[in-house]
């Protein structure tokens, strides 16, 4: 991508509208029959879709680079993802809802299990049911909501997970985990990476020490592990980048956190495919980008399940006659990045991209996958250039020079 | 690209002989029938070229981002076209046939109107007619040749456009423009952004006062606009850089001016094809590196006139055989920009790319077109990467590293 400072000389507002839509880990690996999931799924209207657009491969990050959910993400809307490099614990409290300050360190949080002999014995203690995690964070909260001059705030996420948020001036993110990773050590407190960080590390510290006094008498949950640690990034936003008016759908905190992250409205949507699209339709007046996301092909590739990520990626077929028939001015479907299901687990393979609009030369490539995807005409490119090549097919960018 | 110092090291000075002809605007969209210009035009000896070539796409800048024929241009002679960016009042001098110095300052010039109020009521001066502005251009340069120790020169453009070099010691061009940019405000005198323009700022402001002190009976056009400002940019020489001797073969000032910014030599040529064929031929022992510009292509691009873009191309496809009979060790053929006629104006889509020497992988690509050249062997490139290319086929280029 040719740099910020470019893009934003060369973006203009328009009433045109793009749809970004991301199903989560697309990408996957020949297994049974030597087919991956979209070669074996019945997916008419894509490969429908496909055989009218400009296809490609995109690399997430750089090539064999594996990318987790954020930076592969940030590529997506159009931001380096090695300049911008966003800490977990940040992306974690975006994702709960949290609203944050430029002054505030974050980090994830686990309730653990100590024995007597002040052993972590279980880093989930027990994945303890939610309500109790609640209950918990709660309790903790009530105890601890300053430590010296820095506010404490505490929000629950599922079973054992949650957030801290350290607010105050002059709190670095250069520190270690405090969470030794594993069971059978005591408790890790967390050590300064870099001489600035001092403030956080005695905070962070002193926060650990009172919450296991707090929690001393609710084994399992009697202690807490804290990782992530990170400062809020302070990103530009699309709207200042790309002058942009973008609206995300999605079901999963971390991608609404992402979403925020980056200037976007989160919208309000429910849990289902179907409330994802009705969403977009009930929107499609009021944004010109769109960011929707499919989770759950991710999370079958996750679990290795290749008949679930089939059924999921089937039923985004569905829906695409309906997005359609909104007319945006350019629709894009791809990955994130891969998570084939034989690896369970994300993957460096690159993403089968599909773009339609009116300026496109459509290729030979005829279905939406892997290896039809290789016969496109925009070849193979960094994910970081998707925003740009959205917003030239909607005309959204002035010619740079004379 | 590597970086200039590491093709400086690398480059050697050897007899063999490069062609880059580029085909201006040459990359197109679907239209009829589906097909570009140059799937349907009769070009059997570009086609048969390209079977035997290796071919590719490339992106004059970076994915999605349009060029203009300045930035276009320097990619495909080696020069990053981010780093080196020529501004707007060099390239219109050069558009119009100016011979710029290093220390001049450029800007293009409207003449406009003034009511008795003081107030701008029409920012081109009812577009007057090109024979009035060439008299009023006359008359300004009669009465203004001097401000201090800056000489000034001004060119006649077309209607109502005109340019003002201002050659002098200590000109520096970070100044703002002299035009308010909408009617209903009073002149607009220029403003230094940085304290090194102050020099410039006087002149040009000084220039503005008596223009329109020389221009008051001559309302409409009774006074002038200046903007873009833009020093010579002083770019390496392909000579210094490549080591190469370099000739232009062109017939529109503006690429010309942009040759002889790198450094090349411009051959005398007349306005047809034939004309700038046998330039190449007559000039070919005396070079080993010839830019052939061929104009029209990218005109009637602009126009949306499908089939005398195609008439331009059937036409240069004749020329092929000649070309390849002077036996240049490289040959390349391809485009600056896309100019599809569909969208009557430059594009971001790649150019098709060929090129045919002795050390290439032969490839799929059956045709000189856009589809094609999908299956060529080079992939998707950037532009910039064209000249290291050219040079490496032309064995121009050593080792890098042992």
Not at 6 to 18: D, F, G, V, Y
Not at 71 to 85: E, V
């Amino acid at each position: 991508m040719v740099n910020e400072e470019i893009m934003k000389s060369l973006a203009i507002k328009t009433e045109s509208k793009i749809v970004l839509l991301v199903t989560d880990g697309i990408g996957d690996l020949p297994s049974e029959n030597n087919k991956t999931v979209l070669e074996k799924a019945f997916i008419p209207n894509l490969n429908k879709l496909a055989s009218k657009s400009a296809c490609g491969l995109t690399d997430p990050i750089s090539c064999g680079i594996t990318p987790g959910s954020g930076p592969a993400h940030l590529s997506l809307f159009g931001y380096d993802p090695i300049k911008y490099q966003i800490g977990r614990g940040v992306l974690e409290a975006l994702g709960i809802g949290m609203e944050l300050t430029s002054r505030d360190l974050a980090c994830r949080g686990n309730f653990a299990t100590l024995n007597k002999e002040g052993i972590i014995t279980d880093r989930r203690a027990g994945r303890i049911a939610t309500e109790l995690n609640v209950k918990l964070c709660t309790l903790l909260q009530d105890k601890i909501n300053q430590i010296g001059d820095v506010e404490i705030i505490i929000k629950p996420g599922k079973e054992h997970r949650f957030v801290v948020v350290f607010r105050g001036d002059g709190l670095e993110d250069a520190l270690s985990d405090a969470d030794p990773q594993k069971v059978g050590e005591k408790i890790k407190f967390a050590e300064p990476l870099d001489s600035k960080a001092k403030k956080s590390v005695e905070t962070v510290n002193e926060f650990m020490k009172q919450a296991t006094e707090v929690l001393k008498e609710h084994h399992p949950a009697n202690t807490v592990l804290l990782r992530g640690f990170a400062k809020h990034p302070g990103l530009p936003t699309m709207k200042e980048l790309f002058k942009l008016t973008p609206a995300a759908i999605a079901t999963y905190p971390m991608y609404k956190g992402l979403a925020k992250l980056v200037g976007m409205d989160i919208l309000e949507t429910g849990e289902s495919l179907s409330d994802e699209f009705k969403t977009l339709q009930d929107n499609f007046s009021r944004y010109d980008f769109f960011y929707l996301h499919i989770k759950k092909t991710d999370s079958y590739g996750e679990d290795g399940n290749f008949e679930q990520k089939i059924k999921v990626i089937e039923e985004v077929d569905k829906y695409i006659p309906e997005v359609l028939a909104l007319k945006p001015d350019v629709l894009v479907v791809t990955g994130d990045h891969s998570t084939p299901a034989l690896m369970k687990g994300h993957s460096w393979h690159p993403n089968p991209f599909v773009l339609f609009s009116k300026y496109i030369r459509v290729d030979e490539a005829e279905q939406f996958n892997e290896k039809e995807c290789v016969k496109g005409g925009l070849g193979r490119f960094p994910a970081v250039d998707v925003l740009p090549l959205m917003m030239a097919n909607a005309l959204k960018l002035q010619k740079f020079g004379a």
